[in-house]
């Protein structure tokens, strides 16, 4: 198999799994309905484990363009090599995003409010603040990124590193998920949105598109942050890039507060 197909059906797994799991447990009428967040988290790390033991001898199991990136930032992947993974990714996004939308078929009726439906599919603020979803998906990538390095600098029995990363997804979902479903991952949450826009959803609303760009932008600038902060701190080679990045990261952190205190302004 190649590395683009590897990474094509790693990711389908990735999202059978977890957008499963969340049409399990959020459209009317199916057994899992009501389960709540944690099941869902769990959902998640378990389709990253699939993911990963289904194809990480083959393309190393990235399935997420920010990690591909970040992993490119700091030189431990070939540059020439990101079109051919983000694209392969988001594919393998797509397609499981209908393979979700056939399992839950005769479920999407049952469901009237539209964004649930959506849900199954892409992430969505529970607050919306530009800044604010930027600098969380940002901190979660960011999480994933550093926690993906220094998992792989541990000598773990062979075999079990994927339950790890699986693991620290469901870490990353319980603590840092509730303020925008923890995207972390632009495949993840594009490919299925691009699903959502063309498959025919009984009683879908829009994609909310005006959305869509912060779970793609966030996570990839937060990937590229946690990979060069590894580098920085762990590896003790500092580059430009990591103060460049610094730099933006505190931009957006001052941008996320002066976006705070102007609502609290409107409030009061």
């Known amino acids: 198999m190649s590395e683009f197909m590897a990474e094509v059906i790693g990711t389908m797994i990735l999202i059978i799994f977890g957008g499963g799991v969340v049409g399990g447990v959020v459209l009317k009428n199916s057994k899992a309905e009501g389960a709540g967040w944690v099941v869902i ?21 990235h399935l997420n363009p920010a990690v591909t990136i970040g992993f490119a930032a700091v030189g431990e992947f070939e540059w020439v090599k990101v079109p051919l993974y983000v694209t392969a990714q988001m594919l393998g ?16 009726r049952k469901t009237d409010d539209p964004a649930t439906k959506l849900a199954v599919f892409s992430t969505a603020p529970a607050e919306r603040s530009v800044f604010a979803n930027f600098l969380t998906e940002t901190i979660g990538t960011f999480v994933l990124l550093l926690g993906l390095m220094f998992i792989g600098a541990n000598a773990f029995t062979e075999g079990l590193n994927p339950m790890i990363v699986g693991l620290l997804i469901v870490a990353i979902g319980v603590s840092l998920g509730g303020p925008t479903g923890y995207a972390i991952n632009p495949a993840r949450d594009l490919g299925p949105r691009i699903a959502h826009a063309i498959l025919p959803i009984a009683g879908k609303g829009d994609s909310d598109w005006g959305y869509a760009w912060i779970p793609v932008a966030g996570p990839i600038f937060g990937g590229i942050y946690g990979a060069v902060f590894y580098q920085t701190f762990f590896v003790g080679e500092v580059t430009a890039l990591f103060w460049i990045m610094s730099v933006l990261i505190l931009a957006l952190i001052a941008g996320a507060i002066h976006e705070d205190f102007k609502k609290r302004a409107e409030i009061a």
């Open 41 to 61: 988290t769990i959902g998640w790390g378990l389709a990253v484990t699939m993911g990963i033991y289904a194809v990480g001898n083959i393309s190393g199991a």
């Open 93 to 108: 996004a797509i397609i499981g995003g209908a393979v979700v939308y056939l399992t839950y078929i005769a479920h999407w």
